[in-house]
């Protein structure tokens, strides 16, 4: 069975730090895909990036990067010099075999992260 | 383009009624995802819906139901609600299914609260 797991539940850090968020994922299958989704206190899920497991780059989106790495069925997030406007839920979530979107995604329980001024 | 659209956004009902909600797709979507958010359970998906037919079913009883229309939009039904059924109700809304899709859009959810 697919499982997402977010260690952290809730990060605080001051405006301007760097800060990761963590996902570890575990399923059987060999294609999947892996997601990031931000939920801002208005509930809807923003969508971030989509990964699938045959591509391990790491990407960068302005100040927005991800890291994945199979070995350790790892897929980080991390977020440099911080804004207040970061301060969200963010998920990250698994979808394994054809489904590449939302259907059948695995949610991790999220993390809470709260950007201090 | 208008986003993903969910009515009613707050609902208050009893034990042992039913309710429904509904779910209007980015325009040109065809699939329809819905899933459950509580506290206790995080989020948890539902059921999608894919040209009017359920493609896929998550781990829910069968008072929980739902279908798609023509236009794409789609509702979903509880009957016979229960306390534990309180949460956020969010749709999402995918221009495909399956490989082919590429992400999908979230609206802003119908809170369902159960008393």
């Known amino acids: 069975a697919q499982k997402v797991t977010q260690a952290q539940t809730e990060i605080s850090v001051v405006e301007k730090e760097d800060v990761t968020l963590d996902c570890v994922y575990e399923?059987?299958?060999?294609?999947?895909?892996l997601f990031w989704y931000k939920q801002p206190p208005s509930g809807e899920l923003v969508f971030l990036i989509r990964?699938?497991?045959?591509?391990?780059q790491n990407e960068i989106s302005g100040r927005y990067s991800w890291n994945f790495q199979k070995s350790t069925s790892s897929f980080n997030f991390t977020i440099t010099a911080s804004q207040v406007v970061d301060s969200a839920v963010y998920f990250c979530a698994l979808s394994e075999g054809s489904g590449g979107g939302a259907d059948g995604l695995t949610f991790g329980k999220g993390t809470h992260l709260i950007i201090q001024p | 383009k208008a986003g993903v659209t969910q009515t009613p956004r707050y609902l208050i009902k009893t034990r042992g009624q039913q309710v429904t909600l509904s779910c209007s797709p980015i325009s040109g979507h065809r699939s329809v995802s819905w899933y459950q958010q509580t506290p206790g359970q995080g989020l948890q998906f539902l059921f999608e819906?894919?040209?009017?037919?359920?493609?896929n079913k998550g781990n829910f009883p069968g008072r929980f139901s739902g279908r798609q229309f023509s236009n794409s939009r789609s509702e979903m039904n509880v009957s016979t609600l229960e306390l534990g059924d309180s949460a956020l109700y969010l749709c999402?809304?995918?221009?495909?299914?399956?490989?082919?899709?590429?992400?999908?859009?979230f609206g802003q959810g119908t809170r369902l609260t159960v008393v």
């Open positions: 999402a809304s995918s221009l495909e299914t399956g490989v082919l899709n590429t992400e999908a859009f």
């Open positions: 990964r699938n497991s045959f591509d391990e």
């Open positions: 399923t059987r299958d060999t294609t999947y895909y």
């Open positions: 819906y894919f040209s009017e037919t359920q493609r």
